[in-house]
């Protein structure tokens, strides 16, 4: 299959920190309504530093490959580093230009673990 780098391949198939964290300080789950991928990401965060993060859902190979390779990147970073992470910067993860319809795949991981910790930051200043 040419379509998918063979890490890419690797990460769908047997993807990095996949699975439901207890005590998470914040679970978020987002859709794709363009392909009907689903992603439930779930972080704990001590000390403004992402601590721990897993993912779980219902999702293409692109989807789960981003999200795969992005909490991996992620553990131990703060949430400001997390924040500056650009679209971009997350898209080359593939390696290549993804087609237009699989932009909205690559990007839903970022999209939702920017989401999760805001959810998170916000609870650990309450």
């Known amino acids: ?7 890419i391949l690797e990460h769908y198939k047997h993807p990095n920190n996949f699975g439901e964290l207890a005590d998470a300080d914040a679970t978020i789950k987002s859709l ?18 992402v601590r721990d993060i897993r993912f779980h859902g219902s999702s293409c190979a692109i989807s789960r490959a981003g999200a795969s390779m992005l909490t991996e990147e992620i553990k131990g970073k703060t949430l400001e580093e997390i924040q500056a992470m650009t679209d971009q910067a997350h898209l080359e993860r593939f390696g290549k230009d993804l ?20 959810k998170a930051a916000d609870k650990e200043h309450e």
């Open 1 to 7: 299959m040419d379509l998918y780098r063979e890490d």
């Open 32 to 49: 794709n309504p363009q392909c009907g991928d689903e992603m439930i990401m779930q972080v704990r965060i001590e000390k403004g530093k």
């Open 99 to 118: 087609a237009p319809g699989r932009v909205k795949c690559g990007l839903l991981s970022l999209e939702t673990v920017r989401q999760a910790i805001r």
